[in-house]
């Protein structure tokens, strides 16, 4: 089995990068150790409405529920509300990351790239410390898949990158430990993406609660790995839904176990490699979402991995074009929320409470963290110098 | 002095994948769609039992 590239995981990184090679003219295998694709769904399924002008996902079959804005509620319960009217721009999508996924695939199938499912990578195949392609078990038949290029799109474990000789492990301060139920039987009537933050809420983290309908949401918590007990995020969230009146009577559809890294950037290409979404590490620090990033930063590996196909090149250095592309596209802002992150780690209830009363009745010039930190800056410029230099323009 | 080494629940994981990611010694794998603990590479520091969100891994004492 030979191809010019094979992906490692179907999920959104996977599959763009894929299809964008395979629309360059390269012959693409995607392989995926799942059963379907985009199941189970491991997110909290919120996105922002400017892929839309993106046109990579047709129909509109993957959208669960448009949203007016977004609010976040500060410890004491004060709101912080970010809303479309308000921020004049677009707010965003609660999806089905089931159906998302698969649209993304189809696209990349349409494209010309071929699917393998129930197939684990179990290793890289090198030959003088080179990269040739990926050992993997389909079914139980072992299986050598030849390939110029391994692209590592297989999530926050990122096995790939390990493999290569990338040190892919993340440190207990840049993981979040998370929990999500879909629950039925809720009261979510507003369409807005609620936040709730707080030591004793969520250590290092937040609570989301995402409506997929007017009965139905994404309930989760993201738990930071350093300040996380066993058991913690499960407790926690448990115990929110049974305190808030919305949810009370709710009733789990599903439930599901997630990590997601929220560190900084690492490397990203070896000679034969890239890596990509999750296991690259290419997710906002402040938010945990990543999917938009995929999309982007998906792109711009595919068409780089058809550059390098056209003129047989699969050496870092060529290779490298993809890594200062994305860190072009939004390095800036993963770098930026990382501070974020670490600054608001040092902050108690009572500050968070402070903020949010601050910013209850601001008009955010833009519907983004960067609007958020922005005004944030503005209120307490002296608790925020450090990041002054990242809102500028 | 008892040396302890972690264990997972295969019942109560739920795949996350978190304790790989986590795991300085390399020492966990996904093996029949769970997490799995290399007895011999794990070192009992107990960091992916603190992260578990649903409290899957356990400590064992160490033969």
């Known amino acids: 089995m030979k191809y010019d590239v094979v992906v490692v995981g179907g999920g959104p990184a996977g599959s763009v990068t894929a299809r964008f090679a395979a629309e360059g003219g390269a012959k693409v295998l995607v392989i995926e150790r799942r059963k379907e694709i985009g199941v189970p769904v491991l997110c909290g399924e919120g996105i922002s409405k400017k892929i839309d002008s993106w046109g990579m996902l047709d129909g509109r079959n993957w959208i669960s529920r448009e949203m007016d804005g977004a609010r976040i509620y500060s410890p004491n319960k004060t709101m912080v509300k970010l809303s479309a009217e308000k921020a004049g721009n677009e707010t965003g999508y609660v999806i089905h990351r089931d159906l998302f996924d698969q649209e993304l695939a189809r696209k990349a199938m349409k494209a010309g790239a071929e699917y393998m499912m129930n197939t684990k990578a179990v290793g890289l195949i090198k030959e003088d410390g080179r990269i040739k392609g990926v050992k993997a078990m389909h079914f139980n038949e072992k299986l050598e898949i030849e390939a110029d290029i391994v692209v590592g799109a297989d999530g926050v474990e990122s096995n790939v990158g390990k493999w290569a000789g990338i040190d892919t492990t993340l440190k207990p301060k840049d993981i979040e430990s998370c929990l999500q139920y879909t629950l039925a039987n809720v009261d979510c009537e507003d369409p807005f993406t609620d936040f709730f933050l707080g030591k004793k809420i969520a250590p290092g983290g937040y609570i989301w609660v995402f409506p997929k309908g007017k009965d139905v949401a994404n309930v989760g918590i993201g738990v930071l790995g350093s300040l996380s007990r066993p058991g913690l995020a499960k407790k926690l969230l448990d115990d929110f839904i049974k305190s808030d009146p919305r949810l009370r009577k709710g009733q789990p559809l599903r439930v599901l176990a997630g990590a997601v890294p929220v560190s900084l950037p690492i490397k990203t290409v070896e000679d034969n490699l890239i890596l990509v979404g999750d296991a690259a590490r290419q997710v906002d620090p402040l938010t945990g979402g990543g999917l938009t990033h995929c999309l982007e930063v998906g792109k711009i590996a595919g068409e780089v991995i058809a550059e390098a196909v056209n003129e047989q090149n699969f050496s870092e250095e060529f290779l490298m074009r993809y890594e200062r592309m994305w860190k072009e596209r939004i390095g800036k802002k993963l770098e930026r929320n990382y501070k974020v992150k670490e600054l608001m780690l040092d902050l108690d209830d009572k500050t968070l409470d402070k903020f949010a009363d601050s910013l209850k009745d601001y008009n955010f010039d833009e519907f983004s963290t960067k609007g958020l930190i922005k005004a944030l800056v503005k209120k307490h410029p002296s608790l925020f110098v450090k990041l002054i230099p990242f809102v500028k323009g | ?63």
């Open chain 2, 1 to 63: 002095m008892v040396r302890h080494k972690a264990k997972v629940n295969r019942e109560v994981c739920l795949s996350c994948g978190g304790c790989i990611a986590i795991c300085n010694q390399d020492a966990i794998r996904m093996v029949e769609g769970k997490a799995h603990i290399n007895d011999s590479a794990c070192i009992g520091c107990g960091i992916c039992i603190n992260f578990c969100p649903v409290g899957a891994i356990g400590k064992v004492d160490a033969v």
